[in-house]
């Protein structure tokens, strides 16, 4: 990642570069915690309105894109609680028909709402390991818990995941030349 940094003050990155920079990384956590575009991009919004509200104390961290993350997270978390307070509660996950040759699409999707089927917390860790690439000890620091129970909580969330998302057997084979099925393109996907 660079970052061009303000003229002069070298040890202070520009507010407009790292949201052209990382604001699409930023919002792909946002969209796999909150499973919704809309919310999303309102959690993106007001975790950058908080950030360059503070940015003077964000730009100098160690990690920028780090610290809007973690505002993000929080964010989501608060979100979630509040709709669990209120009662509100996802769709059970329909299991994708494993004949379809199309499937990859509809297990993708399966996957994601199961994703949001789990405890905020089992889901930030499973996104922040996976999405993110980091490791338990990173994901300790940033949610502030530590790494024994990073790695619980990430086994506990794949376990679940196995259960609610059947496993996938390979494409159907075309019949003429034994290649699998191609799967179709979407745009933006």
Same mark, same amino acid.
């Given at each position: ?9 070298? *040890? ?10 990382? +604001? ?11 499973? +919704? ?45 509040? &709709? ?5 509660? +996802? ?6 028909? &494993? ?18 089927? &789990? ?26 818990? +530590? ?6 909580? &990430?086994?506990? *969330?794949l376990a679940k995941l196995r259960t609610a998302v059947p496993r996938s057997e390979p494409p159907p084979r075309a019949p003429d030349d034994g290649r699998p099925t191609p799967l179709p393109q979407f745009e933006g996907a």
């Amino acid at each position: 990642m660079r970052i061009r940094r303000r003229g002069r003050d070298t *040890g202070r990155i520009d507010f407009v570069e790292f949201v052209r920079q990382r +604001s699409a990384a930023l919002f792909r956590t946002a969209y796999v915690l909150t499973g +919704s575009q809309d919310t999303a991009e309102d959690l993106l919004q007001e975790a950058l309105e908080k950030a360059c509200r503070h940015w003077n104390r964000v730009a100098v961290a160690d990690s920028p894109e780090a610290y809007v993350r973690r505002i993000v997270v929080n964010l989501a978390n608060d979100r979630w609680r509040r &709709l669990r307070r209120a009662g509100e509660r +996802s769709d059970p996950v329909d299991h994708a028909d &494993l004949r379809d040759p199309y499937r990859l699409v509809d297990l993708r999707d399966e996957l994601v709402q199961a994703l949001h089927a &789990l405890p905020i917390g089992m889901r930030t860790v499973v996104v922040l390991h996976f999405l993110h690439d980091m490791g338990d000890q990173e994901i300790a620091e940033t949610l502030r818990i +530590s790494p024994s129970a990073v790695r619980s909580q &990430l086994a506990r *969330g794949l376990a679940k995941l196995r259960t609610a998302v059947p496993r996938s057997e390979p494409p159907p084979r075309a019949p003429d030349d034994g290649r699998p099925t191609p799967l179709p393109q979407f745009e933006g996907a």
